[in-house]
């Protein structure tokens, strides 16, 4: 068989066609479509392809080819059909590019796509080995990632990763209602490391993929087809690659098989456990080699295991009526403190009151303090009393902020008020008396799976005094003496 090159000058618009030899190729790309050109329309003469400037012909598609002239095809054309009749040649596929190789011209298998799909992350839990499937006469090997969860859907609020136990999620569900339970996993081998031993075969095979980076992937009952790297008796080839049998995830209820829907039967803010179980099953995979005419040649059936596997546990803490998802919040509020306030140099000057607080959870087991995550808003603060009233105008509060938590997160809420002072009236240096009171609300940052809405509760701290000692007092009380 001959190679059709073109050198195409851009400028004139004409190719010169070169033969250039190439080995035989047993039923290649090219020779099967002259096969079928030569069946279908029984000519000895054919238009192969047409370029710019340039028609190919070719005689009985296998013979020499030959050019003819430039763009006036109808005056080189030769008329000749089998049956005699002058009709005009069938619109045919341009076969030949500039660059057209060996390799292009094979029937070799191209390389898998990666299978979409992905378990949901709120159960997930992942594992990764080595794994080895065989048969009388085959083996695979590679590495391979595990990953089980499920898709859980009701009427939950999701919390988060337990504080006690990274193993677990913790949510609030609400009592009489159900949960969906949708169990996932999904199997990827071969993504790094791939190894394939096969019987040898009689026919020419393919060169390795130039990648093999698609692992043999398994989500569900869905599965891909990975062309691979293989060991073909002694010669390096490449086969096809993909799971035949999907695996059976069971539902594990407080620790028993259970089916979908889970119920929520509890109360009183009783936890029910749910998990997602894959069991040791055994692993099969076909694999099949192709010749370099992309027939079937080999095919087999390997088997290994894979081992049990949980995903991670969601506790559903059971919620009856009216019962909250937010924590008591108890603020560590003073009952008077003493604030300098007035500056050494006569500049105005602030000072922040911090007011801490510890949170009581509603519930508190292995998991650690479960509560959903709040902010603190709605802050004011009102001065209710000054002394000496004269100097009023100089005080005054120029902000107030309060932090919450995150779900089931540690640490402390609290509350800043900064206090100010600026001299607008006029100041001899009297001791200043104020009283202050701080209301405001937790809010909680999710809605509260019971109602549908955000959950707040409302508070007021007790009254705190402040005091600015007067100015005979400043060097004992501050450490410096006030500039009036």
């Known amino acids: 068989m001959k190679r059709l090159v073109y050198d195409a000058d851009p400028k004139e618009g004409n190719r010169d066609i070169h033969d250039s030899d190439l080995k035989e190729k047993k039923e290649s790309r090219f020779r099967k479509f002259c096969n079928h050109l030569l069946d279908a329309t029984k000519v000895t003469t054919r238009v192969l392809a047409v370029a710019v400037g340039v028609t ?5 598609c296998s013979g020499k080819p030959h050019q003819t002239g430039d763009s006036d095809v109808d005056n080189d054309v030769p008329e000749e059909t089998a049956d005699g009749s002058d009709s005009d040649a069938p619109d045919l596929p341009d076969i030949l590019d500039e660059d057209v190789d060996d390799e292009e011209m094979e029937d070799c298998i191209a390389g ?3 299978l979409e799909g992905e378990v949901s992350p709120l159960l997930s839990n992942s594992e990764t080995g080595e794994a080895v499937l065989d048969g009388a006469d085959s083996e695979v090997s590679g590495d391979i990632e595990t990953t089980v969860g499920g898709e859980v859907s009701g009427n939950l609020l999701t919390l988060g990763e337990c504080p006690e136990d990274s193993n677990s999620v913790a949510a609030f569900g609400v009592q009489d209602e159900e949960v969906a339970v949708i169990p996932e996993y999904r199997l990827d081998l071969g993504g790094f490391t791939f190894s394939a031993e096969m019987p040898s075969v009689d026919d020419s095979v393919c060169p390795p993929p130039e990648t093999d980076g698609v692992p043999v992937s398994m989500f569900i009952d869905e599965t891909n087809l990975a062309v691979k790297a293989a060991s073909v008796g002694t010669v390096e080839s490449r086969g096809e690659f993909g799971f035949i049998t ?3 995830p069971v539902i594990l209820v407080d620790g028993s098989e259970a089916v979908s829907p889970v119920a929520l039967d509890g ?3 009783s936890v029910k456990t749910l998990m997602i179980r894959l069991p040791d099953s055994a692993l099969d995979m076909g694999a099949t080699v192709y010749s370099n005419t992309g027939e079937n040649i080999l095919e087999r059936e390997i088997n290994g295991s894979v081992g049990a596997l949980d995903s991670k546990v969601l506790r559903m803490y059971q919620m009856g009526p009216g019962a909250s ?17 007035r500056s050494s140099d006569g500049s105005p000057k602030e000072i922040d009151l ?4 510890e949170v009581i959870a509603p519930v508190v087991d292995a998991c650690g303090k479960i509560f959903a995550g709040f902010d603190v808003d709605s802050l004011t603060v009102d ?3 000054f002394s000496p009233p004269h100097l009023e105008p100089n005080y005054s509060i120029s902000s107030s902020v309060g932090h919450g938590l995150s779900a089931m997160a540690g640490g402390n809420p609290d509350i800043t008020v900064t206090f100010r002072r600026e001299a607008v009236a006029m100041d001899v240096g009297e001791e200043v008396t104020m009283q202050a009171v701080i209301s405001g609300r937790v809010i909680s940052t999710d809605n509260n799976p019971e109602t549908g809405m955000l959950e707040s509760i409302s508070f007021t701290l007790p009254m705190i005094v402040i005091s600015d000692p007067d100015r005979f007092d400043y060097s004992d009380a501050c450490g410096y003496s006030p500039s009036l």
């Open 56 to 60: 190919v012909m070719a005689y009985g």
């Open 354 to 357: 911090v007011i801490n607080s």
């Open 325 to 341: 998802i937010l924590p008591a919040v108890n603020w560590d509020t003073p009952t008077s403190m003493v604030m300098c306030l």
């Open 112 to 114: 898998g796509e990666i």
């Open 383 to 385: 001065i209710t009393s």
């Open 267 to 269: 109360s009183g803010y």
């Open 246 to 248: 999907p695996l059976i």
